[in-house]
């Protein structure tokens, strides 16, 4: 079972990123999926959740609004589309496959 993410980078703030996250070994399509992020000197936290089928999601209060998170189920990736991005968004986000595997997680730094 492979689960990588990829699309973190620096941003100044009010930019934009995208992330991916492919995973590989498992049917995709059959677990939820999410995105978590880890933010220096806190615990790793839930930002974004979406069902195996696409149709339903939700998103942390303090993203709402400026995250997206979408799948392909055909590409077996989960997305991250985050707007409007602040240097409180700073930490390493990591994809969670409801099979039960983490990524290894990819770092975005808002800064100017």
């Known amino acids: 079972v492979s689960v990588v993410e990829s699309g973190g980078g620096l941003v100044e703030p009010g930019g934009s990123l995208t992330l991916s996250c492919v995973t590989s070994g498992v049917p995709f399509d059959e677990y939820h999926a999410s995105w978590h992020r880890q933010t220096p000197g806190k615990e790793r936290e839930l930002v974004a959740f979406?069902?195996?089928?696409?149709?339903?999601?939700r998103m942390v209060d303090s993203v709402k609004g400026r995250f997206t998170i979408s799948r392909d189920n055909i590409r077996d990736t989960v997305f991250l589309e985050m707007n409007s991005l602040n240097p409180a968004d700073t930490g390493v986000y990591y994809c969670?496959?409801?099979?039960?595997?983490w990524g290894r997680g990819t770092q975005v730094t808002v800064s100017s």
């Open positions: 969670y496959d409801d099979g039960g595997y």
């Open positions: 979406i069902t195996g089928d696409g149709y339903n999601s």
